[in-house]
């Protein structure tokens, strides 16, 4: 009897084994061997009604690997902070731009947000779950002249024969600029509609950044309404608000949602409304507790995603006018 109940022992030892070899699967993704190139444009221009003034322009250039393509270490270190997951890295390059409410003055309002601009280096690692997002990365770059704002802004406002900003030689300094930034999503299904044609999802994510650009900590979440909405964790922003970053694997033909969602902010340091940090520059006082509201759509087609959000920010400092716009187009390929 002894070889049948060992046989037993070890066929039960084998299901277990291959129960909780599939429950870990079920909790990871499947492996996604594409790559993703994203091309975004921000700008307050795209927002309705169109303005020239604040947060005014933010462009990027993004790449995202496929999973399981990162070194040893990262991997590690992934698994230590988020625990299990799939992985995979995200590098942009990008650059934001901030002017004050009236561009035609030569010495600009001292009571008005600064010139300035950054041009950064972001590096992410990306780590998912079936239901969570978790981002941890860090940013290097630069602010002040070096960051090309008055260029690209000018030389764009030239070629479409508009008047040139009259101001940017009060910008801010030349500073080099370093960031931590991490985040998680939630991602929880909370309805179906049309005898499951479509879903709703709700999608709660934190945030926070430290470092000397900002230092910030965010909560927020989103609402959506769609198909294929376990395609990605929402669309990505350069500007404040939610990120859901450029990683997305379609899981049909075709993919698309509308969505809305609100966050706070609390923040303890913004080098674009405070000034430089080791020299004196123009700077306004800082409205510590933050809000934005976005709304928008997505669709995924033949692998490419196209997002368009729009944003409405709180006031970032005294006198800033009652709330600001921006509005957000970003376009992602697979290959």
């Not at 002040?144 to 406002?157: E, I, K, M, T, W």
């Amino acid at each position: 009897m002894r070889p049948m109940k060992h046989a037993r022992n070890a066929t039960v030892s084998a299901a277990l084994l291959l129960a909780s070899t599939c429950l870990a699967w079920a909790d990871s993704p499947l492996p996604d061997p594409g790559k993703i190139i994203t091309v975004q444009i921000e700008n307050d221009a795209l927002s309705i009604p169109g303005t020239d003034e604040l947060y005014t322009s933010g462009e990027r250039l993004g790449y995202v690997t496929p999973t399981g393509v990162l070194p040893d270490f990262l991997s590690q270190f992934g698994n230590q902070i988020f625990g299990d997951g799939t992985q995979r890295l995200e590098f942009s390059l990008q650059q934001v731009i901030f002017t004050p409410t009236d561009t035609q003055l030569y010495n600009p309002n001292p009571n008005d947000q600064p010139y300035s601009a950054e041009l950064a280096l972001r590096t992410s690692l990306i780590q998912d779950t079936t239901t969570t997002r978790s981002v941890a990365g860090l940013s290097l770059g630069v602010v002040g002249p070096d960051a090309l704002g008055q260029s690209v802004q000018n030389g764009f406002h030239e070629m479409i024969g508009q008047t040139p900003n009259r101001g940017w030689h009060y910008q801010l300094h030349n500073e080099p600029t370093l960031d931590f930034f991490g985040s998680r999503i939630w991602r929880d299904d909370v309805a179906t509609l049309g005898n499951g044609a479509l879903g709703v999802q709700l999608l709660p994510q934190v945030s926070a950044q430290a470092g000397n650009t900002e230092v910030y900590a965010q909560a927020g979440g989103l609402v959506r309404l769609g198909q294929g909405l376990d395609s990605d964790f929402g669309p990505s922003l350069l500007g404040n608000g939610q990120n859901g970053t450029d990683a997305y694997t379609p899981t049909q033909p075709m993919v698309w949602y509308v969505f809305a969602g609100v966050d706070g902010r609390v923040v303890a340091h913004d080098i674009f409304i405070q000034g430089n940090t080791f020299r004196s520059s123009r700077h306004v006082g800082l409205i510590p507790l933050q809000g934005d509201a976005e709304v928008g759509a997505a669709i995924i087609l033949y692998g490419l995603r196209i997002s368009a959000t729009e944003v409405l920010e709180t006031p970032q400092f005294p006198h800033s006018a009652p709330a600001f716009q921006y509005g957000s187009i970003a376009i992602s390929g697979r290959f």
